[in-house]
């Protein structure tokens, strides 16, 4: 990948984090500032990433893959960060998932050669932008999503009016009742593959595919398995009548909360055709301090391999100042819904700071402190009477689901584990 734009992109004080009255600089020079965050060099709030976490968390998942026989395709609609994507490519991923075409285009614009758009390719532009793709570079290698005939013959038209030689390579996504997009039953299924074989040369039948993720309920894990075991089903038709493109059947599933089910049920699939097993937890990379924390301890309990390899890190933190202790149990946090996500968690409290203290490491908030509501700029902080925290001290916060802290912030801060800043990266939602 070719990240030189973004190393070379100016930042200055109109950026959301950066001190006012800054010349422009490059990103890549940011780690020659000397900023450290407990010292007070950068405004608060502040949205953070831990080094050391975001390497440990990578190590993690490389370890937890080659050890199940599996392989990853992190969707990148949690990061949306380049940066991040090559990371995790040079940490083994077969490819980048998006969600959707401006994903695509971001991810294409910067270098990614192989992609799965985790997605129907449905509207005229992302037909165009694919097949003008496809014909400009041999090595893209895309991957997308297909759960109708209707959606087969318009990709089809599509590919035969624009001349195009090589395949849109798709997968035949399998869904639930009450869920998203898929198709609920074999009868369906059947009709949908025989269609793409029909529609060669100009689609090409590569595999399977589900997202387990939604499924809710307190016998979670059962349904998730019942649904695999549907997606395997669909498999082994496709199997038994050849309708898959020459190669290995991918076989994909698995966000953030089951690839441990995800692998042992498709590694028991007993398909004739080689297969292989594509994952593609997005927030593995960051973890979390909520809800991901909490499917991990599931996991953990599920899977020996998992439990192991010892516990991912929160390498995603948005640090915020004391601003106001107006009742004896309540203080204001410089910290709300425009900067950190509230959609599952409100935000834990996990540090705090004292300016001007001699210590480089930040304490462990006592208990009985949590935030109560977000407004759009300021948290509630409910804390005991006798908290030592008082105004103008600084508060380091975990949150839950990544995804929709990400989107809240142009440039985030690469740490070191004493708060001093070693680099940023850049998002593009």
């Given at each position: ?12 004080g ?7 009255g ?10 020659a ?28 998942m490389?370890a937890?893959?080659e ?10 609609k ?6 991040l ?24 614009h910067?270098g990614?050669?192989?992609i799965v ?5 449905v509207?005229?532009?992302?037909l ?16 997308c ?8 013959d318009r ?8 001349g ?14 009450g869920?998203r997009?898929?198709?609920?039953d074999k ?11 029909a ?12 997202f ?9 894990a ?6 695999l075991?549907f ?60 809800m ?5 301890t ?24 004391v ?5 004896p149990?309540r203080?204001?946090?410089?910290m709300?819904k425009?900067?950190v ?9 996990l ?8 210590a ?10 949590r ?21 103008g001290?600084?508060?380091g916060?975990?949150?839950s689901h990544p995804?929709?802290?990400?989107d809240?912030w ?10 001093d ?9």
């Amino acid at each position: 990948m070719d990240l030189s734009e973004i190393e070379n992109s100016l930042l200055d004080g109109r950026i959301k984090g950066l001190p006012g009255g800054l010349a422009p600089f490059p990103l890549a020079a940011i780690g020659a500032k000397s900023w450290n965050v407990l010292a007070e060099d950068l405004p608060l709030p502040l949205c953070v990433l831990r080094r050391s976490a975001l390497e440990y968390n990578g190590n993690w998942m490389r370890a937890f893959l080659e050890r199940s026989a599996a392989v990853i395709s992190p969707h990148g609609k949690t990061t949306m960060s380049p940066q991040l994507f090559s990371r995790q490519i040079a940490d083994g991923a077969w490819a980048i998932t998006v969600g959707n075409v401006h994903q695509l285009q971001v991810a294409r614009h910067y270098g990614c050669e192989r992609i799965v758009l985790a997605n129907q390719l449905v509207g005229r532009q992302g037909l165009r932008f694919v097949l003008a793709e496809l014909a400009r570079d041999p090595k893209f290698d895309f991957y997308c999503l297909v759960d109708s005939v209707a959606l087969i013959d318009r990709m089809a038209d599509a590919a035969r009016a624009a001349g195009s030689t090589r395949p849109i390579q798709v997968f035949l996504e399998g869904g639930f009742a009450g869920g998203r997009t898929g198709v609920r039953d074999k009868k369906t299924a059947r009709e949908v593959a025989r269609a793409v074989k029909a529609a060669e040369p100009y689609l090409a039948l590569r595999g399977v595919e589900g997202f387990e993720g939604l499924i809710s309920g307190d016998d979670r894990a059962e349904r998730v398995g019942r649904f695999l075991d549907f997606l395997i089903d669909l498999a082994q038709m496709i199997d038994r009548e050849e309708l898959c493109a020459p190669g290995p059947m991918v076989l994909t599933a698995g966000g953030s909360a089951f690839y441990d089910i995800v692998v042992e049920k498709f590694h028991a699939a007993n398909l004739r055709r080689q297969t292989m097993i594509l994952t593609r937890s997005g927030c593995y990379l960051t973890h979390d301090s909520g809800m991901y924390a909490r499917h991990f301890t599931a996991i953990r309990g599920r899977s020996p391999l998992a439990a192991a390899l010892g516990e991912p890190q929160a390498a995603m933190e948005v640090w915020a100042y004391v601003q106001s202790r107006p009742e004896p149990t309540r203080a204001l946090v410089t910290m709300g819904k425009r900067d950190v996500s509230f959609d599952r968690d409100l935000p834990v409290p996990l540090k705090w700071h004292r300016p001007g203290a001699n210590a480089r490491t930040p304490r462990v908030v006592p208990p009985g402190h949590r935030i109560a509501a977000l407004n759009d700029q300021h948290g509630y902080l409910d804390l005991p009477a006798d908290s030592p925290m008082q105004v103008g001290d600084l508060v380091g916060f975990g949150i839950s689901h990544p995804c929709l802290t990400f989107d809240r912030w142009q440039t985030i801060m690469l740490v070191d584990d004493d708060y001093d800043v070693v680099g940023a990266v850049r998002t593009f939602f």
